[in-house]
């Protein structure tokens, strides 16, 4: 159920990039849409760090149901106030909000009910399903006009946020969910804080350049994906739209290819994560050098090199984050990281949007390569010295 509703917060979530061929097409500009979603990560990303902090102190149920309706009621609105530029930001900033009330909760409540090894491979059901978003909204594109699609996944987060309040208030009475609550009083905030501390001992100062890196990859160069092809490569927007489909199809094959291969290295993350970098970085320079003439081998090569990318940003949502449950801080953590992901990926957003007509594509393709080489910079696996 966790999974099946990640997977609607991503449907929603991937609808804007999905029709931007169709809105460009109908007279909305590159900036717009680039300053609306930018402004949607910044309050998905501020929501995040607010919502990940509330996480550890009411049941997950309130946080998951509130945001999927809310986002339901804000998403729709969007499409509504489309040319109304001011009403049409406050709606999709607002999406933003309600969508960060869920994903902290839901890494929350898996690994506080169940031992770190099954946590991971549950948590691999959240990056699949939030991968496997951007094909479906890729699916709606192809097949409705951008309203219409915009409809569909507002309908889906609010009837998502039905189910899943009667599916975990059921499993709560039957006690087969139980929340591990915050109280705040002085001994409770004095263990916060010396959590906190032990959260430098879990190599977060590391990850949270990885989150940094992986939130411009997975987010800001998925987003600007279907442009790409049809500015670059030359598609026609409906052409477009089913090859975004199809591509980000195989990238969401990313978490379970990244967990055989953890598996495979002896589960060692690190190790696994540097690999991934690696990987992307070296697919991302020959994507640099395949010719326009070439678009086929050109999508093919991308897609892989963001499958390696994701792969990297995988070993910290799916192993990372739940190895954290000793700290008592899951929904906190997840939420910080979250929190930094999303505000680079805005960042981001907005210098990609302006670049594209300042720099050109080719250019810009050299400034993805360059993020991705940082990666494997901060991914060195390294052993500390004993003292």
Not at 23 to 52: C, D, H, P, R, W
Not at 79 to 106: H, N
Not at 306 to 320: D, E, F, K, P, R
Request: glycine share 6%; hydrophobic share 55%.
């Amino acid at each position: 159920m966790c999974s099946i509703a990640y997977f609607a917060v991503y449907i929603a979530r991937n609808i804007l990039s999905a029709v931007t061929p169709q809105m460009i097409g109908e007279g909305y500009s590159e900036k717009f849409i680039g300053s609306i979603s930018s402004i949607y990560f910044v309050t998905y990303a501020v929501g995040q760090l607010i919502n990940g902090a509330i996480g550890d102190k009411i049941k997950a149920r309130w946080m998951i149901c509130i945001g999927l309706l809310g986002a339901g009621i804000t998403n729709y609105s969007f499409q509504i106030f489309a040319d109304k530029r001011l009403a049409a930001t406050i709606a999709y900033a607002a999406t933003g909000f309600f969508l960060s009330m869920i994903y902290a909760p839901l890494v929350k409540v898996v690994a506080e009910n169940t031992k770190h090894i099954y946590a991971v491979r549950c948590n691999v059901g959240f990056t699949f399903s939030s991968l496997l978003g951007s094909p479906t909204a890729g699916f709606l594109a192809s097949f409705l006009v951008w309203q219409s699609a915009f409809t569909v996944s507002s309908a889906t987060l609010v009837i998502m946020a039905l189910i899943c309040f009667i599916f975990f208030l059921t499993l709560e009475r039957k006690d087969i969910i139980k929340t591990k609550i915050k109280n705040e009083n002085k001994t409770e905030e004095k263990k916060k804080t010396k959590s906190f501390k032990i959260l430098f001992k879990y190599q977060i100062v590391k990850y949270s350049f990885v989150s940094i890196i992986t939130g411009i990859l997975r987010t800001s160069v998925v987003f600007w994906l279907p442009t790409y092809i049809n500015q670059y490569l030359k598609f026609s927007d409906r052409d477009s739209a089913k090859i975004f489909t199809a591509a980000t199809l195989i990238i969401s094959l990313t978490t379970f290819i990244t967990i055989f291969i953890y598996e495979l290295l002896g589960r060692k993350m690190n190790l696994t994560l540097f690999i991934m970098f690696v990987a992307s970085t070296i697919f991302f320079i020959f994507v640099f050098f395949i010719p326009q003439s070439s678009p086929v081998l050109n999508i093919i090569i991308m897609v892989l090199a963001i499958m390696s990318a994701n792969g990297a940003a995988t070993i910290m949502w799916s192993v990372y984050c739940p190895s954290l449950s000793e700290t008592g801080l899951i929904s906190t953590a997840t939420g910080y990281l979250d929190f930094l992901s999303y505000m680079a990926a805005a960042i981001a957003n907005i210098i990609f949007a302006n670049a594209v007509k300042a720099i050109g594509w080719n250019n810009l393709l050299l400034v993805w390569l360059g993020i991705v080489f940082t990666g494997v910079l901060v991914a060195i696996p390294f052993k500390r010295k004993a003292k």
